[in-house]
């Protein structure tokens, strides 16, 4: 297979190579698990069965998963593991989510094609995807829980290396609001998209500006907002993003965001402790 599954578009065959996302045509994941950190209508009751995915295409210097996103943490696994881990997961919780999916989304299809779970499925993604695998997944997938990072290109590039993060990730962002309208059953979220922003220290302005798109051409998108950014990875050879977010910052934000009429879920700044990291691991089944 040439793989063009995310925005890189390597067009390399990854039966053979791997490309900028550091893996082969075979799944890789870190880690499966409850997991009970995620928004109230996604941890709902029992918790979300998260399965963490290894590599990543897009590779952000702070990343707070960097072992497996960067350092090839993971087991391989068959399209048939996954399908047993969906059904395993299916029994204990609220729903099934996949963490970090994109490079893997053809694989992730067929593991769904042979188990689709009687919970909801949450595509939980960096928001650098491509409208028509939106498309392709659409009839799988029953949540996008997207990020949407950047506004400004420079950022995007010296954090994540791609200039075009806000153009590709609104794009993607409509796709998904117009494929799935939100359903929500008892506080438990059935169907929809949640947008998830992480404020970056020393870049509120940059935060006010994606907050700006959501409530001119999104108002009615579920707003994340995400104070839980902890210098992980590479964070370190970059000053400015080399600490946590400050109260101060935050609740800036919030208050913007309230100003502007977005709705949504708002994180206590506790949230940014390593306690909430699951374990990764070389062995997972
Ligand atoms: S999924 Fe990986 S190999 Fe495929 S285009 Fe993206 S980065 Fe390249």
Aim: with cysteine.
């Amino acid at each position: 297979m040439n793989c063009n599954l995310c925005p890189r578009r390597c067009g390399i065959n990854r039966e053979e190579k791997i490309g900028f996302c550091g893996e082969k045509n075979l799944i890789k994941i870190a880690n499966f698990s409850l997991h009970n950190w995620e928004e109230p209508c996604i941890s709902y009751e029992k918790g979300s069965g998260a399965i963490f995915f290894s590599g990543c295409s897009l590779k952000c210097v702070y990343c707070q998963n960097y072992e497996i996103s960067s350092q090839g943490v993971g087991q391989t696994i068959t399209v048939q593991d996954l399908a047993n881990i969906f059904k395993e997961l299916d029994k204990k919780a609220d729903n099934i989510n996949l963490v970090n999916p994109t490079h893997f989304s053809n694989l992730i299809i067929e593991a769904l094609k042979i188990y689709k779970p009687k919970n909801p499925v949450i595509y939980n993604t960096h928001g650098y995807e491509i409208e028509e695998e939106i498309e392709k997944l659409s009839p799988y997938i029953d949540i996008f829980l997207t990020d949407l990072k950047y506004y400004s290109s420079e950022l995007s590039l010296k954090y994540s290396g791609v200039k075009d993060y806000f153009e590709v990730a609104t794009k993607a962002l409509k796709k998904m609001i117009v494929l799935k309208p939100t359903i929500i059953d008892n506080g438990k979220l059935l169907q929809g998209v949640i947008v998830r922003h992480l404020l970056l220290p020393n870049f509120i302005e940059d935060s006010k500006k994606i907050l700006e798109y959501l409530a001119k051409n999104h108002s009615e998108v579920t707003l994340s907002l995400m104070a839980q950014y902890t210098p992980y990875g590479r964070a370190k050879d970059f000053p400015e993003i080399n600490r946590k977010i400050t109260a101060h910052e935050y609740n800036e934000l919030v208050d913007y965001a309230i100003k502007l009429g977005l709705d949504g879920y708002m994180q206590e700044l506790s949230s940014a402790d390593e306690c909430y990291i699951p374990k990764f691991s070389n062995k997972v089944i």
